[in-house]
């Protein structure tokens, strides 16, 4: 199984990934490290990217998910993919993949941005991200503003891990 979180920066989803990874056990990634040095330096200097941009990007995580599919070992995957046809790409051809919506309000999200000074992504691309967001209607949706810990354990609930 893999268990996608997904939501627009500074929702939580590589904390909480990283938590219930840890508690299962399981193999974690972060979407993050596998952009570009180019797409990076795009998005620091506060260029959103475009879907030609976040192809290759999108299909080297979809080639990672189908290699723990084929090999049968789960894994957790934090990445925005904030439209849906980013998160087709990401589960075609896949076994089982649960994804689970980090939803947040633009308020939660500044005041989280604003405390965060080791990332790249700046909090002028914020507008950006929720322009781009297609809410899933096929997802786990558990609020952001949640503790990880409970945020944690309502993944694991809907899961059944």
């Known amino acids: ?52 941009d976040r192809h290759p990007w999108l299909e080297n995580l979809r080639i990672l998910i189908a290699e723990h599919d084929e090999r049968e070992e789960n894994g957790v995957l934090a990445c925005s993919a904030l439209r849906r046809t980013y998160r087709d790409i990401l589960s075609s051809g896949i076994g089982k993949l649960v994804t689970v919506y980090l939803k947040a309000d633009a308020e939660l999200i500044r005041e989280r941005l604003a405390d965060r000074h080791s990332h790249y992504m700046p909090v002028q691309l914020l507008e950006s991200q929720f322009e781009a967001l297609e809410e899933p209607e096929d997802a786990i949706t558990i609020p952001a503003g949640l503790p990880p810990n409970q945020i944690v354990k309502s993944i694991r609930s809907f899961i059944q891990i």
């Open 1 to 52: 199984m893999f268990v996608i979180l997904m939501g627009v920066t500074g929702s939580g989803k590589t904390t909480v990934g990283r938590i219930l990874a840890s508690d299962l056990g399981w193999s974690f990634y972060d979407a993050d490290d596998f952009h570009s040095p180019d797409s990076v330096r795009k998005m620091a200097s506060g260029i959103p990217l475009t879907d030609e």
